[in-house]
């Protein structure tokens, strides 16, 4: 609709607390819990909980209607000013529920123009839902990619749900490869700004990232946010079930300073939950429960 884009310029990364480093002591940014379902399979995950590609661990966030999304970025945006930016992170996968997503994504537009529209994704379904994204003037996009050879892959996903059917292995993982990159494609030739998201996973793919960041750099990404893995079983994620542990000291840095890309790479993220509320690193969440702003 046309008051989606009303008044928005390009993509800003100014006030964007996760695209800019310098923004991120500034600004605020809000995340939306609209999107329950997941498509995918990363062997890291429990469903039970927030979305691990985006998501520090064990934390369950309250699942909102775009309805109520709307209502809650109305009483944040009455307690906290540094609010610039709104995110859809959670706690499946965004794009595995697109009709929420976007209902929620229109809404936001209509309501506060000025606010600028984020969503992270596993990339799956990406390719069909750029032209929707770019309609919507949502200004950054974050993909989580793991792998780029789905021999690789198949260790990271166990599987897909693409097209009804359940997909396994190679197969799967290639198939899933191939949409995270046709879409971080298809948003720069869009001047949609991309940030990358990869989980490092020592004993499953942390030297195969080096891949990732040379290919997403020559990709245009503007952001490769290489993560560790924080996973364990009070958290409720699955762990060295294949050979694969948490990073340790210092080897997060060390694979960081290993990457040769073009690509900035991205030193501040907080691995926020899917409802987090205020700067990076603050969890004012608990403040905006929707017992609370009702
Ligand atoms: Fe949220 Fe992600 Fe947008 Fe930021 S978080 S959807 S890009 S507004 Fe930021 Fe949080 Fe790290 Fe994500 S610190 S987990 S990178
Ligand atoms: Fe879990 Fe997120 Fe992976 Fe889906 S994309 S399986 S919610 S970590």
């Not at 100014?14 to 991120?24: E, L, V, Y």
């Not at 990073?247 to 290993?258: F, H, K, N, S, V």
Request: glycine share 6%.
């Amino acid at each position: 609709s046309a008051s989606c884009s009303s008044g928005q310029s390009g993509p800003s990364v100014d006030t964007h607390p996760c695209f800019s480093k310098d923004a991120h002591h500034k600004y605020a940014r809000m995340h939306l819990a609209v999107a329950p379902a997941c498509n995918i399979q990363c062997n890291y995950c429990n469903r039970k909980y927030d979305c691990a590609n985006e998501s520090r661990p064990g934390v369950v966030s309250e699942l909102l209607t775009p309805q109520q999304a709307v209502e809650k970025v109305r009483a944040v945006k009455a307690k906290i000013p540094q609010l610039t930016v709104v995110g859809i992170a959670g706690p499946g996968d965004p794009l595995a529920n697109p009709a929420r997503t976007f209902e929620t994504c229109e809404r936001i537009a209509a309501e506060f123009p000025e606010l600028q529209l984020c969503l992270s994704t596993n990339g799956l379904t990406l390719p069909q839902h750029v032209e929707r994204i770019k309609a919507l003037n949502v200004h950054h996009v974050t993909i989580t990619i793991n792998a780029l050879d789905p021999e690789v892959g198949a260790k990271v996903y166990p599987w897909i749900f693409h097209n009804n059917r359940r997909i396994r292995g190679k197969k799967a993982a290639a198939i899933l490869i191939r949409n995270q990159f046709k879409g971080l494609e298809m948003l720069v030739e869009r001047g949609v700004l991309v940030k990358v998201n990869s989980v490092m996973i020592p004993g499953m793919n942390e030297d195969h990232l080096l891949e990732v960041n040379k290919v997403v750099s020559e990709k245009g990404a503007f952001l490769h946010n290489i993560m560790p893995l924080i996973s364990a079983p009070e958290h409720g994620t699955y762990f060295g079930l294949m050979g694969q542990r948490n990073p340790e000291d210092g080897e997060l840095e060390a694979l960081r300073a290993r990457c040769a890309g073009d690509v900035e790479l991205m030193t501040h993220c907080r691995q926020c939950r899917a409802d987090a509320v205020g700067m990076l690193g603050e969890d004012r969440n608990a403040e905006f429960t929707m017992d609370k702003i009702a």
